[in-house]
């Protein structure tokens, strides 16, 4: 069965600061997708980064990076310059399936000190 | 503007009753999901559609029943055998199945 970690339940970072939010994921696969989603407390779910398994270099988008590591299975995400709008739960997600399915992490609670 | 709309925002069931929740998109997508998201857990797959008049059983489907008549409708329907239903329903929907997923702002479905 495919699966994705996420080991830490809640983070928290000062504002203005750099923070990572670590995911492990797991596939037999050698062609993928992953993804980091944030759900702010609206609930609406709202695509962060996207990386391809094929490509070797880390995505970026803005503020937010990743640190794609295929041979070790990890794909963590750091967001720079950590802003009050962006505390929210992530969720790391692996498109990494025969089945078409995405497979969701049970997500991290980032809290933003002022 | 295009999006995905879910509705209602919230839902109240009573025992023994079937309840649908509706999804739907203007965004022409082909794939369409449902997923279940309870406290302290991720996203878990109920049903998907990658194509009109054909869909497949996630990984939680029991209790649960969909149709795709149409490209732009995926409803959910939640049958009286859903012995746990409450929690918060999300839909997405994708260009194809290897695509990234768009999210509608959810359903909250409650128990009387």
């Known amino acids: 069965a495919q699966t994705v970690t996420q080991s830490q339940p809640e983070m928290s970072v000062q504002e203005a600061e750099t923070v990572t939010l670590s995911c492990t994921y797991d596939t037999s696969e050698s062609d993928y997708y992953l993804f980091w989603y944030k759900q702010p407390p609206s609930r609406q779910m709202i695509l962060v980064i996207r990386?391809?398994?094929?490509?070797?270099q880390n995505a970026t988008e803005n503020r937010f990076s990743v640190n794609f590591q295929k041979a070790a299975k990890s794909f963590s995400l750091k967001i720079s310059d950590s802003q009050l709008g962006d505390a929210a739960m992530y969720f790391c997600?692996?498109?990494?399936?025969?089945?078409?399915?995405?497979?969701f992490g049970t997500g991290t609670s980032l809290t933003v000190i002022p | 503007d295009g999006g995905i709309t879910q509705s209602p925002k919230y839902l109240f069931r009573k025992e023994g009753q079937n309840v649908t929740l509706s999804c739907e998109q203007n965004?022409?997508?082909?794939?369409m999901y449902w997923y279940r998201q309870d406290p302290g857990q991720g996203l878990r797959l109920i049903y998907y559609s990658q194509i009109v008049n054909d869909f497949q059983k996630g990984d939680i489907a029991e209790g649960y029943s969909v149709s795709r008549e149409k490209k732009e409708s995926f409803p959910l329907t939640v049958t009286s055998a859903q012995k746990n239903p409450t929690a918060f329903y999300l839909c997405?929907?994708?260009?194809?199945?290897?695509?990234?997923?768009?999210f509608g702002p959810g359903t909250r479905l409650l128990v009387l």
């Open positions: 997600a692996c498109d990494c399936s025969t089945g078409n399915q995405f497979y």
């Open positions: 965004l022409n997508h082909d794939a």
């Open positions: 990386q391809e398994a094929y490509k070797q």
């Open positions: 997405a929907s994708s260009t194809d199945s290897q695509e990234t997923q768009y």
